[in-house]
């Protein structure tokens, strides 16, 4: 068997550096490693949420209060039966299935709506990134606890507010976030027009 050799350089459709690349691939490889920054950013914030949830049930009792910052900030530990929040009345176990799913179509039409939103600015939008990225992680971070555990793990305590997670907080900056945009987009279309 023999080699065969190109004596008078390379084929002119080969492709010899990232440069010359089929034109069909090259829109898609940013936009790969957009999702792959929202999901490992998603992902880390979400598996921090759980980290300090366990550290929490293993080295915390039940109802123990923890002052860290005085008349401000507390651990408050509270095991959270309901699958949804503390203000929403007990509900029946057929309604944290509809939960559930409605969440799982939160995450996997977060992406696109994002991208729907930074092609409208015709730029990077870190407003909205940021949102998507904490949205995403908080909604995991819960999703997580109602498909594990038999409880939410709430520790969080601002004054005298229920407790919460990191996940509810990630929750809480995505949606204040979304506000900052959205405000942002409204005076610029004011502006505009």
Known sequence: MTLKIWQNGLPENLPVN???TDKRLTGKAPECREVLRWIGWACLLAGIDQITKGLIRETVLPGTRITVIADVLFI???????SFSWFVPDLPDWTKVIFLVLRMIIILSAFPVYKYYVK???RNNKPAFIALVCLTAGILGNLLDDLFAPFTTDFIQVFQSPSGNLADLLSFIGVSFLIIEMIRRFKK???SG
């Open 18 to 20: 990232n440069h010359q």
């Open 76 to 82: 408050y530990y509270v095991q959270n039966y309901k």
């Open 120 to 122: 409208l600015d015709n």
């Open 189 to 191: 279309k004011s502006r």
